[in-house]
């Protein structure tokens, strides 16, 4: 679905639309555009307009064409699993998705060079992604001489951003996660107009922060619980993490002295 979009520019509203269609890819095939729409929180005419700006007669003829690609899934097969299970297998899903997105893995190892130079390194992450740039951080600064995490909000962040750019910086690291705070747009709009460039980890590559992003890794957030599920973003962090380390010479000498260390401390119960 996302080879649909991309190669077409797409206005805020189309690109929203967008983004709610990779999110619930499984039901879009079967939605009116009143439902899609409602889905998105845009209105009914600009989901047609959105099926005619990807080259479709109107939205009837998209849905058709997403019948005809998306493959359905056997009927019986769902209904046996309860609530909970269909929440693990659509997380299995998602990452599925990203083993076959890592197939090229080019991006990844461009991000991990492009943070590797970065000394220091910021690393945002606020609300539902403050957990993710903290899992990030912490591995990290193991590897890397500098790690800055950005993980509270507040009039401090561009304090901090500027710090960092005034220190050497010259990258930023992104995690961004539904629902998009108002904050980390701003944040990286910010951090882009101060010379950085932002590698960010978004749930789509139709996320509000794709336009203020030098290069986007999507991974699919989980949308079947009250809270959603992050599985994918969490293990794209850590591919990363290794791309980061393939990248940095020291990082091996450092994890071993890291090792004698904890060991001398007895910091790790055997």
Not at 103 to 119: E, F, H, K, N, T
Not at 128 to 137: D, E, K
Not at 162 to 185: M, Q, T
């Amino acid at each position: 679905m996302q080879a649909l979009f991309e190669g077409h520019r797409l206005t805020p509203t189309q690109r929203r639309i967008a983004h709610s269609m990779v999110r619930r890819a499984a039901d879009v095939p079967f939605l009116s555009s009143v439902e899609l729409a409602e889905l998105a929180g845009v209105s009914q005419p600009s989901v047609t307009r959105f099926a005619v700006a990807l080259g479709f007669d109107g939205y009837p003829a998209l849905r058709k064409h997403l019948r005809e690609v998306v493959p359905a899934e056997p009927a019986a097969e769902g209904g046996a699993f309860n609530e909970y299970q269909q929440a693990v297998e659509a997380e299995i899903e998602n990452l599925r998705h990203l083993a076959e997105l890592l197939a090229d893995p080019r991006p990844v190892q461009r991000a991990g060079r492009i943070l590797a130079a970065s000394r220091p390194l910021p690393v945002l992450g606020l609300r539902a992604a403050a957990s993710q740039a903290y899992g990030f951080a912490y591995f990290a600064a193991k590897v890397h001489p500098d790690v800055r995490l950005l993980n509270e909000g507040g009039t401090m962040i561009q304090d901090r951003i500027d710090a960092a750019v005034r220190a050497g910086a010259s990258a930023l690291l992104c995690f961004a996660l539904p629902r998009h705070p108002r904050e980390v747009v701003d944040t990286l709009a910010y951090a882009k107009d101060v010379g950085l460039t932002t590698v960010t980890v978004a749930d789509s590559a139709f996320a509000p922060v794709a336009k203020y992003s030098d290069l986007l890794l999507p991974a699919a957030v989980g949308t079947g619980l009250a809270f959603d599920t992050a599985c994918a973003p969490m293990l794209l962090g850590r591919v990363l993490l290794e791309a980061l380390c393939d990248d940095l010479p020291e990082a091996q000498a450092r994890l071993e002295e890291f090792d004698a260390q904890a060991a001398a401390r007895g910091l790790f119960v055997e």
